[in-house]
């Protein structure tokens, strides 16, 4: 019967290299999810929207920190007292919001007053601007 000679040594190098790999992956995981979390979320910045009316029209001024997909966007009239009591109608010739697009409001739906007009984009806030009906 012949022996055979096992080479352990070379297997156990194997398994240290694969351990490491995987200490590294953790490592970096877990400092990830901590700079993450303790600059705010800064890695994934909400984009802003500049807006202001400009007659009986909102206009868009520009879009910062990425963009805002014109489908996913909704747009409340908000009364001083907090009341939602309708929705803007955002006139934009793609399908990103860019400086140049317009909101209008439906008509007859207004009375005298100052209203907010609030741009939510993926249920959060990008854009906020005061609408001032005489």
């Known amino acids: ?43 994934h910045a909400t984009p802003m929207v500049s807006m202001r009316q400009s007659g009986d029209h909102i206009l868009i001024i520009g879009v910062q920190l990425g963009s805002v997909v014109a489908a996913d966007t909704n747009i409340s009239i908000i009364e001083s007292n907090g009341n939602v009591i309708g929705f803007g109608i955002l006139h934009t010739a793609g399908a990103n919001i860019v400086g140049g697009d317009t909101i209008t409001m439906p008509s007859g739906l207004l009375s005298s007053g100052v209203y907010t007009i609030q741009m939510k984009y993926m249920f959060s806030q990008v854009g906020v601007a005061n609408y001032v009906v005489a």
């Open 1 to 43: 019967m012949k022996s055979v000679a096992k080479d352990t040594q070379a297997v156990t190098e194997i398994v240290g290299i694969i351990l490491m790999v995987v200490i590294v992956t953790v490592a970096a995981t877990a400092l990830y999810i901590t700079m993450d979390q303790t600059t705010g979320s800064k890695l």
